[in-house]
């Protein structure tokens, strides 16, 4: 059975940074790209970022760009979204999501998603 | 706003047949797969369809998709209660590398 399971989130200053993880199983991690998709409260999906299978593929929303940093360790089967300069419209439940296909890069299809890690920004 | 254009809100009764669209462009639909997710009320996000018409295993064929040029549909047929949930549309887009969500769809069953 596969399981996505985020941790990491918490209520942080304008400013400061968070790291978020993304624990799997039940599948070859290593066989996959991953990706980060946010949702404001109350509000829909938004794409944060992507990152192949080997790293050599990683790509960010504009908002995120130069802030978040997206990694990967195939031989812990986790996925981490470093999120530094967070300001208040970082504010958001964040999902850890599997892409659905074995290909490269990436299929941009997520067919399996964690529970999500809230992370709230306020001074 | 979003990138792509889904409807806020749609409604059914029972049985019913309803569709929702949801709207881009050449950077995205015009040239992507569209994929539909459904969200159920305090859940994470699940895939529906993918590939435009494409269903996982275990996703009733009561849900169908489609797309054509720069537009894709959902549509539901014999509506039941437990189809009450918000539903998104995702496509890549390519002047922005990366991928956009329509703001959802939120489905009432009368």
């Known amino acids: 059975e596969v399981q996505v399971v985020e941790s990491g989130g918490g209520s942080v200053q304008p400013g400061r940074s968070l790291r978020l993880s993304c624990a799997t199983s039940?599948?070859?991690?290593?066989?996959?790209?991953m990706h980060w998709v946010r949702q404001l409260p109350g509000k829909g999906l938004e794409w944060v970022s992507g990152i192949s299978w080997n790293s050599g593929r990683i790509a960010y929303a504009d908002s995120v760009k130069g802030r978040f940093t997206i990694s990967r360790d195939n031989a812990k089967n986790s996925l981490y979204l470093q999120m530094n300069s967070l300001r208040t419209e970082d504010t958001a439940l964040y999902y850890c999501a599997k892409d659905l296909m074995t290909t490269i890069p990436w299929s941009q299809v997520f067919d399996y998603w964690g529970q999500g890690t809230l992370v709230t920004v306020s001074s | 706003q979003s990138v792509l254009t889904q409807p806020p809100s749609a409604s059914g009764t029972p049985g019913q047949t309803i569709t929702i669209s949801c709207s881009g462009s050449n950077s995205n639909i015009g040239s992507y797969p569209v994929n539909w997710y459904q969200q159920l009320p305090g859940t994470a996000p699940k895939l529906l369809i993918y590939?435009?018409?494409q269903r996982p295993s275990g996703v009733p064929d009561r849900f169908s998709g489609s797309k054509s040029g720069t537009s894709a549909s959902l549509a539901i047929s014999g509506l039941q209660s437990e189809d009450e949930a918000d539903y998104y549309c995702a496509a890549w887009h390519d002047r922005l590398n990366g991928v956009v969500f329509g703001g959802g769809t939120k489905l009432t069953v009368l």
């Open positions: 590939t435009n018409n």
């Open positions: 039940g599948f070859k991690f290593d066989d996959y790209a």
